[in-house]
T-cell receptor, first 113, second 114 residues
């Protein structure tokens, strides 16, 4: 069983729709959760960084963490064609020298104009 | 540009040669991380360094790979005697001082082995 599972897609939705992206994980030591956006031939760009269970909102983006279910989500409201990219979830435990992030494989998102 | 800078962006090597990848962290950041992204695979952690110290190299292959972050200058990821399987995108990230700071990534070096 992989540590982090993420549906690779592609996920295709019309412009203006609400997008839901998800990851599940198996390691209960993970405490910090991130979402990155990666455009083709570019590096991952940090979108959201959360610690506790619950919701965190930033503009059109909402990150949701449910530690009891080991499930995290990213919601994108009013999706735009410029949101078309690969979205990576990432997570890490609380430190102690183990600061490398564990990534999902990424979901390829396409927003149709 | 105050972001993470990686060079070169593209590197071509023949089998058996050495590859050197460079990473300058964001201004004010003293922690550097290297990741590898193979085709159709996710990003995999390789090594975490602070100035003049390797903190965690649990993701580094045991042979041919090494990393350093000297007191002056960029961090270097060095791959000796490259093989076809080393072809990948190599990303560097940096973070600030303090526990659990977010990591910010550069645009990577794409290594191709002929």
């Amino acid at each position: 069983q992989k540590e982090v599972e993420q549906d690779p897609g592609p996920l295709s939705v019309p412009e203006g729709a609400i997008v839901s992206l998800n990851c599940t994980y198996s390691n209960s030591a993970f405490q910090y959760f991130m979402w990155y956006r990666q455009y083709s031939r570019k590096g991952p760009e940090l979108l959201m960084y959360t610690y506790s269970s619950g919701n965190k909102e930033d503009g059109r983006f909402t990150a949701q963490v449910d530690k009891s279910s080991k499930y995290i989500s990213l919601f994108i409201r009013d999706s735009q064609p410029s949101d078309s990219a690969t979205y990576l979830c990432a997570m890490k435990d609380s430190g102690g020298g183990a600061d490398g992030l564990t990534f999902g494989k990424g979901t390829h998102l396409i927003i149709q104009p | 540009n105050a972001g993470v800078m990686q060079n070169p962006r593209h590197l071509v090597r023949r089998r058996g040669q050495e590859a050197r990848l460079r990473c300058s962290p964001m201004k004010g950041h003293s922690h550097v991380y290297w990741y590898r992204q193979l085709p159709e695979e996710g990003l995999k952690f390789m090594v975490y360094l602070q100035k003049e110290n390797i903190i965690d190299e649990s993701g580094m292959p045991k042979e041919r790979f090494s990393a350093e972050f000297p007191k002056e200058g960029p961090s270097i990821l060095r791959i000796q005697q490259v093989v076809r399987g080393d072809s990948a995108a190599y990303f560097c990230a940096s973070s600030g001082t303090g526990d659990n700071q977010p990591q910010h990534f550069g645009d990577g070096t794409r290594l191709s082995i002929l």
